[in-house]
């Protein structure tokens, strides 16, 4: 069975982030406030397939633009420089964990679509409650399922992926659930590894607060995991914008003491354009 110290074994073997990847934490080092955007745009532009990712990735239907984003510049001005730090970001991760994501009883794409998700239903979301805050947190949320493929490829190692996908689709709480089995939760997992690759401290911080309450656990960080506790209620492995899942997420809404049904229709216009897109309308 795969233990705490094999997932941390296998995250300290990892390689470096790409090159790309660290010119840009560079660039966001001292505040998003501070970054050159011309340094930023020819970073991207000066990695072909990175480029074409960004280009990609905005030019989804879910951004419904009148007109196709032909140029990175045209991406920044539109999504603004945090969002594209979050993708970026992503993308260097995904390049060096190639796993199989099957474990957890999903498809890869179905994996991409919970993290966008997730990152989409924060900005939509909490943007009507403090925009800085959603900026701040939407780069995040999107990368912060990454723990999952990280365990995906142990279960997968250590070859009980059959028996881990029936536990977990028995499991009422999927981070009770890993924790019984590996002493820890993916989120966690997670920050240890934004830790290995030098990915802000900050979220560090957040993601090893979300399960567990560390002795220097702020107002802040606390408020920050219930905002992203709201988002992974709503989008998770277990459901994508279910009604079941959504009215859970509702929930942690109004005892954040926040109105749960801006959340409600925020939510629900994002399941309908999901369903839409997959054909499930």
């Not at 196709?68 to 945090?82: C, H, N, R, Y």
């Not at 970001?89 to 199989?100: E, G, M, R, S, T």
């Not at 279910?242 to 997420?249: L, N, R, V």
Request: glycine content about 4%; some cysteine; proline content about 2%.
């Amino acid at each position: 069975m795969t233990k705490f110290e094999d997932i941390v074994e296998h995250i300290e073997s990892l390689p470096p982030l790409s090159p790309v990847a660290f010119k840009l934490k560079e660039l966001f080092r001292d505040g998003v406030e501070n970054v050159n955007v011309l340094k930023l745009i020819r970073t991207i532009e000066a990695d072909a397939t990175l480029t074409a990712n960004v280009l990609k990735f905005v030019n989804a239907p879910k951004y419904g633009f009148s007109k196709k984003i032909s140029s990175v510049s045209q991406a920044v001005t539109l999504l603004g420089i945090e969002i594209i730090y979050g993708l970026v970001i992503d993308y260097a991760i995904h390049q060096k964990l190639q796993a199989d994501i099957s474990a957890y009883g999903i498809t890869n794409i179905q994996f991409n679509d919970i993290c966008h998700l997730q990152s989409s239903l924060l900005m939509q979301w909490f943007s009507k409650v403090d925009l800085r805050d959603a900026l701040f947190l939407t780069p995040l949320a999107l990368i912060m399922e990454v723990g999952k493929l990280i365990i995906a490829k142990e279960v997968k190692r250590k070859s009980f992926a059959l028996k881990f996908r029936r536990g977990l689709g028995e499991a009422k709480d999927i981070q009770q659930y890993e924790y019984e089995l590996f002493g820890t939760t993916s989120y966690y997992v997670s920050a240890i590894l934004f830790e290995h690759w030098n990915i802000d401290d900050i979220f560090v911080e957040i993601l090893k607060n979300l399960d567990f309450e560390t002795k220097d656990k702020n107002h802040r960080i606390e408020y920050y995991c219930d905002i992203l506790n709201v988002v992974r209620s709503a989008v998770n492995v277990k459901g994508i914008l279910t009604e079941k899942s959504i009215k859970e997420a509702a929930y942690n809404v109004e005892m954040m003491g926040l109105s749960s049904a801006t959340f409600l229709h925020v939510a629900n216009r994002i399941k309908r354009s999901y369903e839409a897109s997959k054909g499930l309308a």
